[in-house]
Each structure stands twice: as structure tokens, then as C-alpha cells.
């Protein structure tokens, strides 16, 4: 079955900084990957998605972007945080006959 | 446009009880819904997936239908402990996204 690999756990940046999260999978090839971001007490909010390698579709026009160098692996980055930016980052896989959807541990971004 | 909806928000009952959580969907089309729980702090945890073509799914002590037609799904937990006080949260999947409910936060007394 499937793992998924988020870093950092935590982060807290400044304002206007810049911001690199990483997500890598195993035990699965080719999969389907989303960020998701989850603010306080509020639901999920899909970001940005990717079937492929260098195929992203962004959900949401925001000062975020998303990268898949390799099959998987998914990388969210700012170059400018905002204050708004704040929250806790889920990165998802899915695939298989079903398209069944497993999330990582997540990454709890507080900017400042 | 689809969707989801979750009731109650807010669930807390007794240790022992049986309990059922609610969710509906607006467009009938879907491929599949999942059930998820989320601890605080935590990630998502997969409960079960139903396929669109089924009609229920279970696994231990967690039974979740599916009634296309009407667009809802149930989430019946038997014999409720303190460890399954979570967030559980309803996804219908369109395409390649889950579309999402708001969760219902259940808290089981001791």
C-alpha cells in the first residue's frame, strides 16, 4: 500500500519569505497528487492537482504554485508568503481501479 | 455544481451508543464517495470507499450506504468507543476531485 511522505511537519515564516513544501509517495506508481490546504476549524480546500509529471491544474488563483519533477513527488512553493497563507497543508495521492484518495501527515504553516 | 453536506455538525453521545452520520450530495453523478476521519493535528485517515455501483460497505465496526437516487450516504458506527471521537468527513468524487463536506465532529463520552 501506499505511503506518503510530507516535510516539514511544522513551519513558521515570516512574512513576504519564501516557502518550499515537499511531498514524495511509495508503494504506488503513476498516482494522481493533490495539496490540499486546511485552515483553522474551516474544511478542505483543494489547490492545486497533477496526473502526471509537469502536469499541474491549479484550483485556485492564489500566490501559490505547484511542481511535480518526478512521478512522485509534489512540491508547493510561494516566493512571497502572505499572512493569509497560514494553515495546514495536506498533499493526497489516489489511483487504482477505484481512484481511492490516502492523505499524508501534513505540514502546519504559521506565518508571522 | 456539486455539493456536499454534512449533518449533524456536532455529534456527542455516550460510550456504547450506536450512532449515524449523515451525508448529501446534489448531482447524483458521482464515481465514488469516501468516508474519511481526521484527528486533531492530523491527517486524514481513509474509512471507506463506496463505488457508485454499491450500496453499502463495511468494515469492522463502521457501515457506510449509498442511495444514489436520493444523494445520500450514511456512516453507522456500532457500539461507539472514546477513540472514535474525530472529525469524520464525506468526499464525492467527480472527475479526479473529491468534493467535500464540512464534517461532523463526534465526541464519544466516556
Known amino acids: 500500500s501506499q505511503t506518503i511522505h510530507q516535510w516539514p511537519a511544522t513551519l513558521v515564516q515570516p512574512v513576504g519569505s519564501p516557502l518550499s513544501l515537499e511531498c514524495t509517495v511509495e508503494?504506488?506508481?503513476?498516482?494522481?497528487l493533490y495539496w490540499y490546504r486546511q485552515a483553522a476549524g474551516r474544511g478542505l480546500q483543494l489547490l492545486f492537482y497533477?496526473?502526471?509529471?509537469?502536469?499541474i491544474s491549479s484550483e485556485v488563483p492564489q500566490n501559490l504554485s505547484a511542481s511535480r519533477p518526478q512521478d512522485r513527488q509534489f512540491i508547493l512553493s510561494s516566493k512571497k508568503l502572505l499572512l493569509s497563507d497560514s494553515g495546514f497543508y495536506l498533499c493526497?495521492?489516489?489511483?487504482?481501479?477505484?481512484?481511492?484518495?490516502?492523505f499524508g501527515p501534513g505540514t502546519r504553516l504559521t506565518v508571522l | 455544481k456539486q455539493e456536499v453536506t454534512q449533518i449533524p455538525a456536532a455529534l456527542s453521545v455516550p460510550e456504547g451508543e450506536n450512532l449515524v452520520l449523515n451525508c448529501s450530495f446534489t448531482?447524483?453523478?458521482?464515481?465514488?464517495l469516501q468516508w474519511f476521519r481526521q484527528d486533531p493535528g492530523k491527517g486524514l485517515t481513509s474509512l471507506l470507499l463506496?463505488?457508485?455501483s454499491q450500496r453499502e460497505q463495511t468494515s469492522g465496526r463502521l457501515n457506510a450506504s449509498l442511495d444514489k437516487s436520493s444523494g445520500r450516504s450514511t456512516l453507522y458506527i456500532a457500539a461507539s468507543q472514546p477513540g472514535d471521537s474525530a472529525t469524520y468527513l464525506c468526499?464525492?468524487?467527480?472527475?479526479?476531485?473529491?468534493?467535500w463536506g464540512a464534517g461532523t465532529k463526534l465526541i464519544i463520552k466516556p
Open positions: 493526497a495521492c489516489s489511483g487504482g481501479l477505484y481512484n481511492e484518495q490516502f
Open positions: 508503494g504506488t506508481s503513476n498516482p494522481n
Open positions: 497533477s496526473v502526471g509529471i509537469g502536469q
Open positions: 448531482d447524483s453523478a458521482i464515481y465514488n
Open positions: 463506496i463505488q457508485s
Open positions: 468526499a464525492v468524487q467527480s472527475n479526479y476531485q473529491l468534493i
